[in-house]
């Protein structure tokens, strides 16, 4: 009886060749028991084109012929994976942090051995390999608070209102978890801009929520727009509890920076609609355009007086993977909260405490840059040095690349104000257009991936940040180095004037 059971569960069937029994059972998990919001989620900067580059990789290390030699992979702001220099004084603390035998060595800087001992003093056993708080290293906090206040003139920061996170992604799912609730028309709706970074989409079709889009003006170089807003948020309430507005300044994909007085509306609208803002800030250094500044959305509701500063809740969140600092893999960042009713703090701070602490080696990285060299110090020229010339290269990157996709017949780009990336706009022959939907894909996406073939080059489509109906856009980060980036352009550019011609 025992073995009948058995059979049952496993099922059995006999392999022919061999006459052997062989035991079979049904998966538990399949893709029709898998959590369907999982299935939900699109992420198309590491999509179906960054999948196909890899392969195309491979196949040229095994020797497949190619009309390209390299893959160039402009799809993600990964900047030291582009070939950007890390910042020296960082990478000697953090060699003296993992490390500590280093402190005895002549060749570091004091400064560098005295910001590594604070630091390990500040850890479990002086390690940065033992868990921390779940809120962060306690002096982090405090350094991060202390360059806000440096930041934003002068306005009060509480070390106990910042979260150290596992880069900004972290902080910004969170807060997203925090908020989501409701079902049917109550169900929590988050307002995105579009285009939009996909960890947006993404974390918001995981968590089952509702994503408002609202439009960003291309024609006034990606600003944001108040009566936009207003009509994005009226038709939401529709269907949903719009809760939240979310803002990336300067912005992925669009690499527009906004105005000060644009920031003053969008914080007007927020405590006029009664929504919880998002800030996302991780690119606050990038700004490379003449007349353009940022402004954080907490300085600027500071200035705004106490009608607002003491009502309006914000988290703002930033990061060590952009900037002048490029250090993605060590997923190191803040978030600072403002406003947030106590209850809800102490729920959050519980939240965390679930994945124990963020990288302890990420939040070391995240006090260096916000406790970088001060002058005097034996390591400020030379970091000083390094920092500029890295934004000033971005600079003139950011400005090449528009000058020269704007001399393409077809190819629209605006000024890249401030990040890592464009997004100009590509008109494509109506006979493109639909032999992609033939094929089942969306217009750019059909040129990106024809693109990488012919090229080697790997561009992301505009349908995977979103964009008007009927226009099409591929972002392009201006990482890569001077000398390859002119390549990558001057590719782009050959590569468009053929497709055009095949296709009209």
């Known amino acids: 009886m025992l073995q009948c059971v058995h059979s049952f569960i496993l099922g059995v069937a006999h392999d022919k060749m061999t006459d052997k029994a062989v035991f079979t059972r049904d998966k538990v998990l399949t893709i029709h028991t898998m959590n369907p919001t999982v299935k939900k989620v699109e992420y198309a900067v590491r999509g179906p084109i960054v999948q196909r580059a ?3 990789e491979k196949e040229l290390k095994e020797g497949v012929k190619k009309p390209f030699t390299e893959v160039i992979k402009a799809n993600i702001g990964d900047a030291h994976a582009m070939g950007q220099q890390p910042i020296t004084f960082f990478r000697q603390v953090l060699a003296l942090c993992s490390y500590p035998e280093l402190l005895k060595d002549n060749m570091f800087p004091e400064d560098a051995k005295n910001r590594a001992r604070r630091i390990l003093q500040a850890c479990g056993g002086s390690s940065i390999g033992a868990y921390s708080a779940s809120q962060g290293i306690e002096c982090v906090r405090q350094d991060v608070a202390r360059y806000i206040e440096c930041r934003d003139g002068g ?3 509480d070390p106990d209102n910042i979260y150290l996170t596992t880069g ?5 799912v969170t807060m997203l978890k925090l908020l989501v609730c409701g079902e049917g028309p109550t169900r929590t709706g988050v307002m995105i801009s579009i285009p939009q970074y996909p960890l947006y989409s993404a974390a918001l ?12 003006n291309e024609d006034k170089c990606w600003s944001m727009d108040v009566s936009e807003l207003e009509r994005s948020l009226s038709e939401a309430r529709k269907y949903c509890n719009p809760k939240a507005l979310c803002v990336i300044n300067p912005g992925n994909p669009t690499g527009q920076v906004q105005s000060r007085q644009c920031i003053e509306d969008v914080i007007r609208f927020a405590a006029k609609e009664h929504l919880f803002l998002m800030a996302d800030e991780v690119y606050q250094d990038n700004v490379y355009a003449e007349g353009c500044q940022f402004h954080s959305f ?3 509701l500071f200035e705004m007086g106490p009608q607002y500063s003491n009502t309006v809740e914000l988290a703002s969140f930033h990061s060590t993977s952009k900037c002048y600092m490029g250090e993605c893999g060590f997923r190191g960042g803040y978030m600072e909260v403002i406003n947030m009713d106590p209850e809800v703090k102490a729920q959050l701070t519980k939240l965390v405490s679930v994945r124990l602490c963020p990288p302890v080696p990420g939040q070391a990285l995240m006090d260096l840059v916000v406790n970088s060299p001060k002058p005097g110090e034996p390591s400020y020229n030379n970091f000083m040095k390094e920092r500029t010339a890295t934004l000033s290269l971005l600079a003139e990157k950011a400005k090449l690349t528009k000058e020269i996709l704007n001399t393409v017949p077809g190819i ?3 000024p890249v104000q401030g990040a890592m990336y464009s997004f100009p706009k590509i008109s494509l022959p109506e006979k493109a257009i639909k032999e992609a939907k033939a094929l089942g894909q969306a217009p750019d996406m059909f040129y990106c991936m024809k693109m990488l073939e012919e090229t080697g080059i790997c561009l992301v489509p505009g349908s995977g940040f979103g964009q008007k109906e009927g226009t099409y856009h591929f972002r392009m980060t201006i990482l890569p180095p001077t000398d390859k980036l002119k390549i990558l352009l001057a590719k782009v550019k050959e590569f468009h004037q053929k497709f ?3 296709y009209s």
């Open 168 to 172: 900004a992604s972290d902080g910004i």
């Open 500 to 502: 055009t011609k095949q």
């Open 155 to 157: 306005v009060p920061c």
């Open 298 to 300: 907490k300085k600027v």
């Open 54 to 56: 890899v392969q195309i």
């Open 205 to 216: 079709a995981e968590l089952a929520a509702v994503q408002v889009n609202y439009y960003l």
């Open 412 to 414: 629209t780009c605006n």
